[in-house]
């Protein structure tokens, strides 16, 4: 029998790698530890299924739900949705590219901080792998390679400017209008007075001779209007002043009271310490945009005034109108004063205070109009029929300021500091206006002709005054 001599053990090394994630650092505590007898009986009470019932009914949520969920949803100006094409507000079927400056945001939580080189296929419990030659090649893999070309300094693609220059903005306004007129397009070269607008292409052509909507295909265009100034319409400023009641100034509530379109608001004079208030807030927000908001126009507060029945108002109206061939009629007037002059009587409604108002700006002006369709065939006259002053067209008139009028609160005039003391001298009380249409004076007339001027780029003579229509 064969003598089986044992085999020498041999021993093999095998390496334990793992990953620390978290390490006390602290030394151990100088003394023993002392445990503490405290009763827990309490928590049986606290981690009983009826604690937290009863806690979820004694403190509501602090969530304000609306009916959207507080997610809005607004489907007005997606194409088709009303028609039952639902494409616009689905996923599309193939995704749109990844931009190459979006890709940073998707990177995985694993590769964010520093950079570390964790090759795939790693288990938790290995043999012994030459991990460094990886490291390396890992960082020299990473390492950004120099190349004569990549190192040579980017040169930035120029940017066409001339897109930019006023004259070539001026030739795309010009372009515009010779679209629409083409009998008057001018083609000889660029003067003063004259400038050459851009070539228009087939589309904008197109575009022009047959108008689309541009979310409903199935409207066409029955009409057109010319846009233009009411150049015989102006006021001592230029401008006008929408002004809106918070609630409604007359009692009549179920139509149209046309005691409205003659009504009158007289604005009360502040005294020293409003204008001073309102100029420092001015001020603050001069100085400090940000912090201080604009108070916007002067607190004024208002006397409105309506005339006492409608048939007044039309009669008031029609003296108004231009357009009226016989609103110099004297027969217009209503009412006659002490003095036997024939008026118009208009009572004192209630005090108006300014609740929100607008910056007057008469520099931008036009940047907010009013627009009014006038059409001379399709109009209808009043009494005594209506002259052709204005040509088919939609008039526009610029608005300076907006005002939002609301009942004065329960302090009196004096107290708001817009009113003097009833006991001062001279003051009266106004419970009615008489009210007489006349024709402009000379000052009134400069003031719009100065204006029509600036609109039509003509120069007025300083002496020059014409008679007009208040």
Known sequence: MANLAPRPDRAYHQDYICRIRYENSLPPPPGSVKLLDIPIDGLDYYASPGFASRLHRSQPINIEANAELGMPIDLVGMPG??????????????????????????????????PKYQPGGISFLRRTEYISSD?????????????????????RKPVDTSKDD??????????????AHPEDVYDGPDTHDSIRGLEPTPAEIE??????????????????????????????????????????????????????????????????????????????HTADPVHNLHPGGPPFN?????????????????????????????????????????IFRLSQQRVYETGRSTAPDADNAYNEIALALH??????????????????????????????????????????????????????????????????????????????????????????AEDGDA
């Open 166 to 179: 006023p004259i070539h903005v001026l030739r795309a306004v010009v372009k515009g209008f010779d679209i």
């Open 207 to 284: 575009a022009w001779n047959n108008p689309k909507h541009p979310t409903k295909s199935t409207l066409k265009a029955i009409d057109f209007y010319p846009v233009l100034p009411d150049l015989e319409a102006g006021t001592d400023t230029g401008s006008y002043m929408v002004a809106k009641f918070t609630a409604n100034p007359t009692q009549i509530i179920n139509k149209h009271d046309p005691r409205m379109d003659v009504g009158l608001l007289r604005p009360i004079e502040l005294d020293d310490a409003a204008v001073a208030d309102y100029n420092a807030r001015v001020a603050a």
């Open 81 to 114: 949705v009303f028609d039952g094409d639902e494409s616009s507000i689905q996923a599309p079927l193939l995704p749109l590219p990844v931009h190459p400056r979006d890709k940073t945001l998707l990177r995985p939580l694993s590769e964010l901080g520093k």
């Open 375 to 464: 059409d001379p065939e399709v109009g209808v006259p009043v009494d005594g029929g209506v002259s052709n002053r204005l040509e088919k067209a939609a008039y526009y008139y610029p608005v300076m300021q907006k005002v939002q009028l609301k009942p004065h609160r329960s302090k009196t005039l004096t107290q708001l500091g817009v009113a003097p003391r009833a006991d001062d001298e001279g003051v009266d009380v106004i419970d009615v206006l008489d009210v007489v249409v006349e024709n402009l004076d000379a000052v009134e007339n400069a003031k719009r002709q100065k204006h029509r001027a600036e609109l039509l780029g003509e120069s007025v003579e300083e002496d020059g």
């Open 135 to 155: 490291a390396a090649r890992a960082r020299s893999e990473a390492a950004p390679k120099t190349t004569p070309k990549a190192a040579a300094t980017k040169v």
């Open 302 to 342: 208002y006397h409105f005034f309506l005339p006492t029945d409608a048939h007044s108002a039309i009669n008031l109206k029609r003296k108004l109108d231009v357009d009226d061939l016989d609103r110099d009629d004297p027969d217009l007037y209503t009412t006659k004063n002490k003095d036997g002059k024939s």
